[in-house]
Each structure stands twice: as C-alpha cells, then as structure tokens.
C-alpha cells in the first residue's frame, strides 16, 4: 500500500446508475487529484483539489462530479456515464499544491460502465 | 501545450541485461520530472523524482538522468530481472503559477525482461 487507498476496486454500472469512488490519504497531504487512465492513452488529469478548494476542472463532464470534504479524502460521484467512460480511475495526492516532494498514487478504481 | 513521449514503446529483454527507456518533452519549462512503475491493472508507484535544478537521481539499480534544456530524460536499469517487468511512465510538471500540480505523461514503455 501506498498510503493512498481507493474503493472500490472494481465498479461495474449500468448508464443509468449512480456510484461514487472513495479515495483516502493520512499521509498529511495537502493536495488531491483524480487521474483517468483508458485504455492506449496516457493519463490525463481530471481534478485537482489543493486545501480542500478545487482549483482545477480539466473540461470534465459535469456526470463527474468531485467532492473534497478534508484534505483526507476525495470522492468522484458518478451519473448517468456513458460506456467510454470505462477506465481506470486513480487518485494521487502530494505534500502542497506542486510536486515538490513528488505524487503518490492509490491503486485505481477500474470502472466498467455497461 | 506539453506533450511527453517515451521510447520504445515496448521493450523485451533476457534476464541480466542493462537497459535505457527514453522520456523527451516538447516544453523545457518544468518544475520536475518523475518516473513511474505500473504493474498491469494496477496504480503507480514512484520510483524516482528529478528537479529541474537536479541532473539525475539514482535508487539501487534505477539512474534517472534529465537534460532540461533538451527536453529529455533516461531511466536506466541496471541488471534487469523478472520481476522489474511493468509498464514504465515518464511525467512531468510544468513550471509556474497555474500549472503546479499538473503532471503530463508519456504513454509508457512495457518492459518484459525474460528468466
């Protein structure tokens, strides 16, 4: 374990539905970010929180919806997706807003939507 | 718009061998570069971070080396082993005001090192 753990680890939903993913940190970060992973494509940032205030919203659409309650935790509410939007999705998190000290990764919630 | 490209893209090797993965990056204004290991269907873990200040950074048998005004990075392996087999992932993070916090990555390189 990495000290980032997410849950769950794997998720399948209909389009329909509506799921949420956990991410948590006692690391005593200060920053938390949500990655996509699909399949042939690199990963690409989706969210960043930094003290708990979102400072980024990489053109996401809005059936992602984050939320960042402390700077422990992190959730990524989903409705109504669509089947592209099966990926792996990961959450990192650093000491401040950069990576100064570096990222640490969870271990990835893979998502199949159906 | 930083783009990050890493060669090759997949990489097959006998078990002993030394081995350089390439990383190159289009814009040379970063705040650091880190490279990755991800084993299949899982997340990443960091395995070495360069500051853009900083030439290289070396664990056990990993050198990472950065030319920042080239635009590249090695990762070099020294002895491979079974177990080093993964994908590995070059990233970066681009300096100054709004883009902290960002990283950009390649799409990796898959190694296979062979008993």
Redesign the interface.
Known sequence: ETGVTQTPRHLVMGMTNKKSLKCEQHLGHNAMYWYKQSAKKPLELMFVYNFKEQTENNSVPSRFSPECPNSSHLFLHLHTLQPEDSALYLCASSQDGGGHYGYTFGSGTRLTVV | KQE?TQIPAALSVPEGENLVLNCSFTDSAI??L?W?RQDP??????LL?I?SSQREQTSGRLNASLDKSSGRSTLYIAASQPGDSATY?C?V?EAGG?S?????????TILTVHP
């Open positions: 990050v705040y650091n880190q990755f269907g899982k997340g990443l873990t960091s971070l500051q992932l990233a993070e709004t902290y916090g960002k990283l950009t990555f390649g799409q990796g």
